[in-house]
């Protein structure tokens, strides 16, 4: 009796990328688990209705490749997606980072009124000085004394 190798049935090539089918119409919402160097997980708000949803304890795949602003999200942003099956889960297309109105609102507020005020500049975020000499280092502002 002769022991099949692994060189009489050689295995058939994976495909490099899996083909990609839409499954929702419309985009959907969530939060993002977690998030590595290019890839996470995101929670969706509702259940998404399909036979492969139960695959990855139904976390929606998101590759950092597949987000609009092509910056890498962080646990617990909010954002919205169109959700795709690929034959290994389901996944997420078209990710748009969706900032909360409030909290949006008011960092912007705070960061212009920082940086209008001269302790920061837009590019660095960094203590500048104001020219008149007494701040080099911000320690002026933060209580230190002044060199």
Request: hydrophobic share 35%.
């Amino acid at each position: 009796m002769v022991a099949a190798s692994w060189w009489l049935y050689p295995q058939q090539p994976q495909p490099r990328f899996r083909s990609r089918r839409r499954i929702t119409p419309s985009r959907r919402t969530g939060s993002v688990l977690h998030f590595g160097r290019h890839y996470g997980w995101i929670a969706p708000d509702a259940a998404i209705d399909h036979p492969e949803a139960y695959k990855h304890n139904w976390k929606v795949y998101v590759n950092l490749k597949d987000v609009s602003s092509g910056e890498a999200l962080w646990g617990g942003a909010r954002v919205s997606f169109f959700a795709y099956c690929d034959g290994d889960g389901i996944g997420a297309e078209e990710v748009h980072l969706e900032a909360d109105g409030d909290i949006a609102m008011a960092c912007e507020e705070a960061i212009e009124e920082v940086v209008q005020d001269g302790y920061l500049r837009p590019s660095k975020r960094r203590p500048i000085a104001t020219g008149k000499g007494e701040l080099t280092n911000g320690a002026a502002h933060r209580g230190g004394a002044v060199a």
